[in-house]
């Protein structure tokens, strides 16, 4: 058919390329950090000594490429990984765990980080986005199983060849051009859930999907590839693109590509929908700021994505792909959604109304309300947020009132004319305090 015609040129040409060597030990010392780099240093030297060769694989070479930091330390093993991670690890008296069935090993720094071994290996799928059967292989056979072509550079660590640069399938130049690419054909067939990752990375790093790339997407987009991926596995996927820092990118990539259209069920994008995004992002941005606090950001964008359908059929979604802290979400949303059909025109009544609403609801409130009634919320919980400066139990002592329940009467008092501008300062605070609570 077309699609493999002018696929031929691409592909086979591409297999056929000569690697490119060029040394990376500069830039391996300059992007790792010190102890890092020695522990690998050693590794090489090991390796030489057993007849391995090693190389650092995987998203750290690109990202090292791409001058950005990266602290997952992947190796791909010549050879033997067990062997090398149980030899580094005795020696150095470090916790390593190994899984046979997979010829990978873990080993655990005294740092902390994490050092993964996998013994080079070639997969087999047994029906597409199944987890694969595995057998030994050579380094390029390893990097050819790889979803993307700037995925499958390699820096060398054996000793004396330590710092070389591997590019089989021209990875270097798709991260110069800004392309995401796959290697063959039958990629997204093989391992659907690579038309995520190829969004993900795609909206990430501003970076374009090649032609032929395209069309496959397209393609197994259409053949509803998705459907068949184990949902784990989506659930991952969708965690990590709703938790990048360029989600919105990475969504309206997703609705281009009908993506979304594929995961949920009647899914449209328009004007509404793509505000109420683009705000969730600068909200959300905003009260971890203000706030100092970690908002749950996949159930604020899932229900930006799912608010046209009625909660039962959302829930299903969220049991189908294992969202199950999200269902309690959106439950509570959807129980305090209502409070806010009439809106009190008194700051001190709005608070009343929200105070009970965990700051994750309250974002998704904020972000999908006009922008008023956002900006007054704000402005409250800001105004909460300072309550106990404005006068504490101590002043109240201070002021000669024995402690006693009135004091929290007192501090409420206080509060709720400060959120309706009758009082605006300390020392406001303080005059009302005395004129209404100490008789003279
Ligand atoms: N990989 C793949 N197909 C997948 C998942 C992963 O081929 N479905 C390969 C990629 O080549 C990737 C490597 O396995 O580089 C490691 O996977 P992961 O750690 O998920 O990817 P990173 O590239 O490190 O992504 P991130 O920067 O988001 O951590």
């Known amino acids: 058919g077309q699609v493999f015609d002018s696929e031929k040129d691409i592909f086979i040409s591409r297999e056929r ?26 590794i090489g030297k090991i390796s030489k000594k057993l007849g391995f060769s090693t190389y650092l694989v995987g998203g750290i070479v690109r990202d090292i490429v791409l001058g950005k930091k990266n602290l997952d330390i992947d ?28 010829m990978t090993a873990q080993i655990t720094l005294d740092t902390g980080e994490k050092i993964d071994l996998a013994t080079a290996r070639k997969e087999t799928y047994t029906h597409p986005g199944a987890y694969p059967k595995v057998e030994k292989a050579t380094i390029k056979e390893d990097l050819y199983r790889r979803d993307f072509t700037i995925n499958t550079l390699a820096i060398e660590l054996t000793e004396g060849k330590f710092g070389i640069l591997i590019d089989f399938f ?4 798709d991260i110069k051009d800004k392309m995401i690419r796959i290697l063959h054909q039958l990629s997204f067939i093989e391992d659907p859930i690579r038309i995520l990752r190829a969004l993900r990375f795609a ?7 090649g032609k032929p790339t395209e069309k496959l997407l397209k393609l197994a987009v259409d ?31 997703m609705n281009r590509y009908r993506v979304l ?26 009260f971890e700021m203000f706030f100092d606090i970690k908002i749950d950001r996949v159930s604020n964008y899932l229900l930006a994505l799912t608010y046209h359908l009625p909660f039962d059929i ?14 309690k979400f959106f439950e509570e949303y959807y129980e305090v959604k209502d409070i806010l059909r009439e809106i009190p025109e008194k700051d001190s009544d709005l608070y009343k109304k929200i105070k009970f609403i965990r700051k994750d609801i309250l974002v998704y409130i904020c972000a999908s309300s006009e922008i008023e009634l956002s900006e007054r919320i704000i402005k409250i919980l800001k105004k909460e947020e300072e309550k106990q400066l404005l006068i504490s139990g101590k002043d109240l002592k201070e002021l000669g009132i024995p402690p006693s329940p009135l004091y929290k009467k007192i501090i409420d008092d206080v509060f709720k004319k400060y959120l309706d501008d009758e009082i605006r300062s300390k020392k406001e605070a303080f005059e009302y305090v005395k004129q209404r609570y100490i008789q003279p």
């Open 17 to 42: 390329i000569k690697p490119k060597f060029m040394n990376y030990e500069k830039k391996l010392q300059k992007y790792l950090p010190e102890h890092i780099f020695h522990h690998l240093k050693e």
């Open 75 to 102: 190796l791909i093993v010549e050879g033997d990984a067990i062997k090398l991670a149980k030899e580094y690890a005795k020696e150095k008296g470090y916790p390593f765990h190994t899984f046979d069935e997979f």
């Open 170 to 173: 021209n990875g270097l130049k």
């Open 203 to 209: 909206g990430r790093l501003g970076f374009r999907l």
């Open 223 to 253: 053949e509803n590839m998705l459907d068949v991926a184990p949902t784990g596995r989506i659930n991952l996927e969708l965690n990590y693109s709703l938790n990048e820092e360029k989600v919105i990118d990475i969504l309206m990539l």
């Open 261 to 286: 259209h594929s995961l949920i069920p009647e899914f449209y994008m328009d004007e509404k929908r793509e505000e109420i995004l683009n705000r969730l992002r600068d909200t959300i941005m905003s």
């Open 314 to 327: 959302s829930y299903k979604l969220l049991e189908k792909y294992h969202f199950s802290k999200s269902v």
